[in-house]
Nanobody, 129 residues
Framework: QLQVVQSGGGSVQPGGSLRLSCAAS????????IGWFRQAPGKEREGISC????????WHADSVKGRFTISRDNAKDTVYLQMNNLKPEDTAVYYC??????????????????????WGQGTPVTVSS
């Protein structure tokens, strides 16, 4: 079965850090571009960060730029989202997704959520004092 498996997340105080991980089962994640999305209660899904295909391009939403960093470990075939200086408004369920094809990471391409073929199960992140 082809699936994306997420780990990490949890609860943290404002200003704290968390790292989310995204791995694949049944396929090689490194052959895909990767997007990170989040959905807060009562809000629409938001694309926040992504790697384009080949991993040569990245994009971060303005809401997380300078605080969140997407990276990948090819040896472990894993993608990470390092989240620093977390704010209460970052509270959401975070999703990792894999997308095939050849594409470069831009705000437009990263946020085409229906182009992603495989989605992780989601992991909650709560930022609260």
């Amino acid at each position: 079965q082809l699936q994306v498996v997420q780990s990490g997340g949890g609860s943290v105080q404002p200003g704290g850090s968390l790292r989310l991980s995204c791995a694949a089962s049944g396929f090689t994640l490194g052959y895909y571009g990767i997007g990170w999305f989040r959905q807060a209660p009562g809000k629409e899904r938001e694309g926040i960060s992504c790697f384009g295909s080949g991993g040569g391009s990245t994009w971060h939403a303005d809401s997380v730029k300078g605080r969140f960093t997407i990276s990948r470990d090819n040896a472990k075939d894993t993608v990470y989202l390092q989240m620093n200086n977390l704010k209460p408004e970052d509270t959401a369920v975070y999703y990792c997704a894999a997308r095939g094809g050849f594409w470069r990471a831009t705000m437009t391409t990263c946020r085409l959520w229906d182009e992603y073929a495989y989605w992780g199960q989601g992991t909650p992140v709560t930022v609260s004092s």
